[in-house]
C-alpha cells in the first residue's frame, strides 16, 4: 500500500487541479465566449476524470478496471483538439471544433464505463499513444511561445510554460518503460510531480483574467 501512496495523492491532486481549470474556463467562456477556453475546459474535464479513473482502478479490486485505455486516448484526444484550436481564429471554425469536441467526449465516457469489458492494454499500444500525445504537447508548447513571441503576453507565456512542464511529465512516463525495473517507479513518480507542476502553472495562465 505504501508503494501506491505517491502515485495515489499525485492522482487526487492531478484530478482536483484539473477540476479547477475546466471549472475556471467554462466560467471564462460564459462572460466571454472565448470557445478556446471551452475547448481547454473540456480538455481538462478529460485530464481530472483519467485521474480520478487511474486512483479508482488502484482499489476496486472485484473486477479489473482496464482504464489506461480512457486515460491514454482521452488525454491524446483532448490535447489535439487544444492544438486544433490554435491552429485558426475564426468563429465558425472554433464553433465547429467546439461541438466536434463535446461528440469526441461523449465517445470517450462510452469507452471509460466500458473499462470492465476491454482488454489489458499492450506495450506497444501504451508507448504509441505515449509518444503521440507527447508529440503534440510539443506543438502546443511550441504555439504558444511563438504566440508570446509575435504578442507578449501573459496568458501565452505561462501556457507554453505548462505545457514545457507536460511535455518532460510524458518523456519520463516514455522512459519508465525501458529504463530497470528499479528506476520505473523513480520516472513514474518524477513524471506525476511535473505533470502537477504543468497544471499549477495552467491554473495561473487561466486565472489572470
Same mark, same amino acid.
Given at each position: 500500500?505504501?508503494?501506491?501512496?505517491?502515485?495515489?495523492?499525485?492522482?487526487?491532486?492531478?484530478?482536483?487541479?484539473?477540476?479547477?481549470?475546466?471549472? $475556471?474556463?467554462?466560467?471564462?467562456?460564459?462572460? %466571454?465566449?472565448?470557445?478556446? =477556453?471551452? #475547448? *481547454?475546459? /473540456? &480538455?481538462? !474535464?478529460?485530464?481530472?476524470?483519467?485521474?480520478?479513473?487511474?486512483?479508482?482502478?488502484?482499489?476496486?479490486?472485484?473486477?479489473?478496471?482496464?482504464?489506461?485505455?480512457?486515460?491514454?486516448?482521452?488525454?491524446?484526444?483532448?490535447?489535439?483538439?487544444?492544438?486544433?484550436?490554435?491552429?485558426?481564429?475564426?468563429?465558425?471554425?472554433? $464553433?465547429?471544433?467546439?461541438?466536434?469536441?463535446? %461528440?469526441?467526449?461523449?465517445? =470517450?465516457? #462510452? *469507452?471509460? /464505463? &466500458?473499462? !470492465?469489458?476491454?482488454?489489458?492494454?499492450?506495450?506497444?499500444?501504451?508507448?504509441?499513444?505515449?509518444?503521440?500525445?507527447?508529440?503534440?504537447?510539443?506543438?502546443?508548447?511550441?504555439?504558444?511561445?511563438?504566440?508570446?513571441?509575435?504578442?507578449?503576453?501573459?496568458?501565452?507565456?505561462?501556457?507554453?510554460?505548462?505545457?514545457?512542464?507536460?511535455?518532460?511529465?510524458?518523456?519520463?512516463?516514455?522512459?519508465?518503460?525501458?529504463?530497470?525495473?528499479?528506476?520505473?517507479?523513480?520516472?513514474?513518480?518524477?513524471?506525476?510531480?511535473?505533470?502537477?507542476?504543468?497544471?499549477?502553472?495552467?491554473?495561473?495562465?487561466?486565472?489572470?483574467?
Amino acid at each position: 500500500m505504501n508503494t501506491m501512496l505517491i502515485p495515489n495523492l499525485l492522482d487526487v491532486s492531478l484530478c482536483l487541479v484539473a477540476l479547477f481549470i475546466a471549472v $475556471r474556463s467554462f466560467d471564462i467562456y460564459a462572460r %466571454f465566449h472565448q470557445y478556446r =477556453l471551452f #475547448i *481547454l475546459g /473540456l &480538455s481538462m !474535464a478529460l485530464v481530472s476524470l483519467s485521474a480520478a479513473a487511474d486512483f479508482t482502478s488502484n482499489y476496486v479490486t472485484a473486477i479489473p478496471l482496464h482504464t489506461d485505455w480512457f486515460v491514454y486516448i482521452g488525454q491524446t484526444v483532448g490535447l489535439l483538439f487544444i492544438l486544433l484550436s490554435l491552429a485558426q481564429s475564426s468563429d465558425s471554425y472554433l $464553433r465547429g471544433l467546439m461541438r466536434l469536441n463535446i %461528440f469526441a467526449f461523449a465517445l =470517450l465516457l #462510452i *469507452l471509460l /464505463l &466500458s473499462s !470492465a469489458a476491454l482488454p489489458e492494454m499492450a506495450m506497444t499500444t501504451r508507448t504509441l499513444l505515449g509518444f503521440t500525445r507527447l508529440i503534440i504537447c510539443v506543438f502546443i508548447c511550441i504555439a504558444y511561445f511563438s504566440t508570446y513571441m509575435n504578442k507578449p503576453a501573459r496568458f501565452s507565456l505561462f501556457m507554453s510554460i505548462a505545457f514545457f512542464y507536460f511535455t518532460a511529465d510524458y518523456v519520463m512516463t516514455l522512459l519508465q518503460y525501458y529504463a530497470p525495473s528499479i528506476s520505473q517507479a523513480l520516472f513514474r513518480n518524477s513524471a506525476d510531480i511535473t505533470g502537477v507542476i504543468g497544471l499549477v502553472v495552467l491554473v495561473a495562465a487561466v486565472s489572470l483574467d
